[in-house]
């Protein structure tokens, strides 16, 4: 599975951007697919996941701010976010896993994108 984000850039504090993934390869297992971010120093963290049975989880710090949505016919993740904080300022990674037998899972990463909030 390959993953190729697209979207990120610099926006004002309160501002609006809209990330997008897109999936190739091997995708017609793939369960969840989201996004984490990784903040200079900091260790890379969840914002938002949602599963192919359309269960959703939001970081806290993101709530009510940020709109995950998936296109299974297209195999992408969007990531929409507003009111944008300087504290979201990260490199913002596409996230897709696919279960294996025995309950193992494979985890597969994008390059990353890079999301600058200014204040």
């Known amino acids: 599975v390959q993953l190729v984000e697209s979207g990120g850039g610099l926006v004002q504090a309160g501002g609006s951007l809209r990330l997008s993934c897109a999936a190739s390869?091997?995708?017609?297992?793939?369960?969840?697919m989201g996004w984490y971010r990784q903040a200079p120093g900091k260790q890379r963290e969840l914002v938002a996941r949602v599963t192919r049975g359309s269960t959703v989880d939001y970081a806290d710090s993101v709530q009510g701010r940020f709109t995950i949505s998936r296109d299974n016919a297209k195999s992408t993740v969007y990531l929409q976010m507003t009111s944008l904080k300087p504290e979201d300022t990260a490199v913002y990674y596409c996230y897709a896993d696919r279960p294996l037998i025995y309950g193992t899972r494979a985890d597969y990463w994008g390059q990353g994108t890079q999301v600058t909030v200014s204040s």
């Open positions: 390869g091997n995708i017609f297992s793939i369960n969840a």
